[in-house]
């Protein structure tokens, strides 16, 4: 069975940091387009981070550049979103999705369609 099991959330305070983790379960994430999204309440989901299959480049929303960063660990199977610089506007319930990266046809890894998705861990940034 195809599974991405997220780790990492938590309650922190405005400046702190957090470690996102996305394992695979079933599969081999290096194999995969993977990308961080987010939804916050009242808001619909938004990108957060992914990886373009096309170059291997990373994007990043506009909100966090500077401060978020994902990256791969292979030999763990997993990717990581450090989130760093956290403020209020940050809460939300974060997602890691999955597409083998066959799929991910589109330009943009925030466009591909993900078919497999993380049970989503909350984040609250609160003082």
């Known amino acids: 069975q195809v599974q991405l099991v997220e780790s990492g959330g938590g309650l922190v305070q405005p400046g702190e940091s957090l470690r996102l983790a996305c394992a695979g379960s079933?599969?081999?994430?290096?194999?995969?387009?993977i990308g961080w999204f987010r939804q916050a309440p009242g808001k619909e989901r938004e990108g957060v981070s992914c990886f373009n299959v096309r170059d291997g480049s990373t994007d990043y929303a506009d909100s966090v550049k500077g401060r978020f960063a994902i990256s791969r660990d292979n030999a763990t199977n997993t990717v990581l979103l450090q989130m760093n610089r956290l403020n209020a506007e940050d809460t939300a319930v974060y997602y890691c999705a999955a597409l083998p990266a066959a799929w991910a046809l589109q330009e943009s890894c925030v466009s591909y369609e993900y078919d497999t998705w993380g049970q989503g861990p909350q984040v609250t940034v609160s003082s």
């Open positions: 079933g599969f081999r994430l290096a194999y995969y387009a």
